[in-house]
């Protein structure tokens, strides 16, 4: 705890021992699936290079200034997201409803979380299989096959979805420091490890170079609004943007850390990973013909048993591997739901450990659907549900639409209404220059960016309708 700012409200539920706890817990936030399984297979699927470029725009102009304006609201009322936007919009004489914001992204985080951990699960179950030998000398049809046997299997889904429901559920139940901190301590320096042992097995085994050319030429012909769509809300999924997780997280950072510097650590970290897992999975893909790069939800899956089955030491590295993508969504997870508890503990007074039962529960409900997504549900395709299986509606309307919306507004919030005071209180920028580019790219640029990308997908869907 620091007491450097007296007037500085404490947050009731502790806060991050230093400055790397907080770089550390919120890289753990989002660093996860999103990074590891969902960032190679959108880019397969979007034709790779401008959709990255795209991707890696969108972190840089519209997703880390987002991130500091969330890191400044929870910080500087240390309250859960709800009200943490309440608290600001009384300091800043701004509307109470604003705080709808904060409801929005409480609502995204457990449509998230519902189907998160029933991918999170088939980490799990692969690390099972892995160390069992299961991958030992596979081929990309065994492979293929292997995957496609566990999407078949509703009772595997549901037991791995509900181990990891509870995986997450008694991290939150044991509170910020204690639950939070430790897991980011202590396991994200190992994936990034794991990491770069598979970069170099892609670089000696795999196609490397078609793997770098797919990842880093820009062919401009493949980009439609869909995928512009698609690149933009998953450069807020990627950063735990738009739902309040980040701003929970600031409410826990020291009032000593400076929020650029710290902000800008995470987006790195966070786009280093993404980028070296798609170097470690293309070179794969490109090796076997049989892997489709557009092969969607189950690259990851397909392509890695592959490497790990013909490695020295594969079934170790492999092991390992899953388990750290495992680990990676569970510090990510905690972070989902963590706003919902927070509010559940400050505003009805419940204890944490009741909170955290009751979303853990409601998330593993709904989770049923995505689960069922992959099973009996595999054709539901209603038009109500813009002809998405219920797994793909959750990811699109909270990665397309309630991200970047709830973002946005945070964005118009933060930098329409702050009061200087509060801005130099909090960001404590030396130059002018800084604060002046943070305001326009708040103010101006990400809404506007925003907004386009979301009428031109709609523009082109209507037009599609019309055809
Ligand atoms: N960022 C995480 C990932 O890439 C997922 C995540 C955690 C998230 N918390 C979030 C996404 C909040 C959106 C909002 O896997």
Redesign the pocket.
Known sequence: MDNQNSHTPKSIHGTWSSRWTFILAATG???????IW?FPYIAGENGGGAFVLVYLLCIVIVGIPIMMAEVFLGRNARRNPVNAVEVFTRQSGASHNWRYIGVMGVI??LL?MSF?SVVAGWALHYVFASISGTFTDISAAGSDAFFGGLLGDPKALLGWHSTFTLMTFIIVASGVSKGLGAVAKYMMPFLFLALAVLLVYGFLAGNFKAGVMFLFTPNFSALTGDSILIAMGHA????????G??MAYGAYMPSSANIGKTILTVGIL?TLVALVAGLAIFPIVFANPTIEVGAGPGLLFVSLPIAFGSMPLGLLIGTLFFALVAV??WS??V??IEPAIAWLIENKGWKRIKAAGIVAGCCWLLGLLTVASFGPLAEFKPAWLLYFTPFDFFDFL?SQIM?PLGGVLIALLVAWKAPAALLQKEFGFKSQKTQTLLLFLLRFVSPTLVLLIMAIKLFETLSQLGA
């Open positions: 936030s989002a660093v996860g699936l999103g990074n969902k995204a985080g998230i998160y807020f999924f990627t950063l735990s943007l738009g739902m997780a980040i966070d990676a969504a990510s997870a972070s989902l909270t991200l």
